[in-house]
């Protein structure tokens, strides 16, 4: 079995990457289509939410209760934004911009406190970028959380009544950009669901489409039977190198993730 990497040098042997067993399958001319919302960069959204963005966790109650006063509107949860080191601050803002930037949403209105590091109008200001509908607003600077709720809901209902009058579009199933999150694995993740998951992602693949598999951590154990299905040993050395990498900084807070993932030890 080839070496992946050393406890020390986080070197991967030359030989797990070498192209030889790449099965790529034939791609299909698909004339599937589906409906879709098409965003100003082109890509199409299968939703066309209002998206309430909390920029700390000190925003969160306020863009949760806009939310679920709007028809249309959804909100994510962010347990970050504060007392962050530079390096992770950048990280928190960057991952919030580009959840706006999905295409699934098609309007945002930025919730923030007022003092958090994540700055609100920065982050509202990288989002207008996309060309999409975006507004910022402050619990400090509206006066409070309850009118703070009450500007968010006005603004978030405005983009709402907007959004409704785009009438979807056809577009071709090469369009479709699948996104696969691990809610939890149990005892038939590997019998049914994590197999099922892959079939629906070659058939996507192969009409065109893309499909993307986070958490990294997952992938630690199989990096190399994985960068040899890469579609060249470039990219299967990328694989490597980002699992190898996500090891390492879990190592230097002093965790070691490769024995499981689960309480219990590997299943």
Not at 30 to 50: A, K, M, Q, W
Not at 80 to 86: E, M, T
Request: charged share 20%; net charge neutral.
């Amino acid at each position: 079995m080839a070496t992946m990497c050393t406890s020390t040098m986080w070197k991967v042997n030359a030989d797990v990457v070498t192209g030889n067993n790449i099965k790529q399958g034939k791609m299909i001319m698909s004339n599937e289509t589906f409906l879709g919302f098409r965003r100003p960069d082109g890509r199409f959204g299968i939703r066309n939410y209002v998206l309430i963005l909390p920029t700390s966790v000190c925003a969160n109650k306020v863009a949760r209760d806009i939310a679920r006063q709007v028809k249309g509107a959804t909100w994510v949860n962010n347990d970050f934004g504060c007392c962050q080191v530079a390096g992770d601050a950048r990280l928190t803002e960057k991952t919030l911009i580009n959840v706006a930037n999905n295409p699934n949403v098609g309007a945002i209105v930025v919730v923030g406190l007022g003092c958090e590091g994540a700055e609100p109008l920065r982050i509202a200001e990288e989002i207008t970028a996309f060309g999409k509908p975006t507004s910022c607003i402050t619990i400090q600077e509206e006066g409070g959380t309850l009118k703070c709720q009450a500007r968010g809901i006005s603004l978030a209902r405005d983009y709402a009544q907007q959004l409704s009058m785009q009438k979807p579009q056809q577009a071709p199933v090469s369009e479709l950009l699948l996104a696969m999150e691990c809610g939890g694995s149990d005892t038939t993740s590997g019998l049914a669901s994590n197999p099922s998951c892959g079939v629906a992602s070659d058939k996507l693949i192969r009409c065109g489409g893309s499909s993307i598999l986070s958490e990294t951590t997952e992938f630690i154990g199989a990096e190399h039977v994985m960068a040899k299905r890469a579609v060249t040993p470039e990219v299967g050395q990328q694989l490597i190198d980002l699992v190898v990498g996500c090891e390492a900084r879990a190592k230097a807070l002093g965790e070691d993730i490769r024995g499981g993932t689960a309480d219990a030890g590997q299943y």
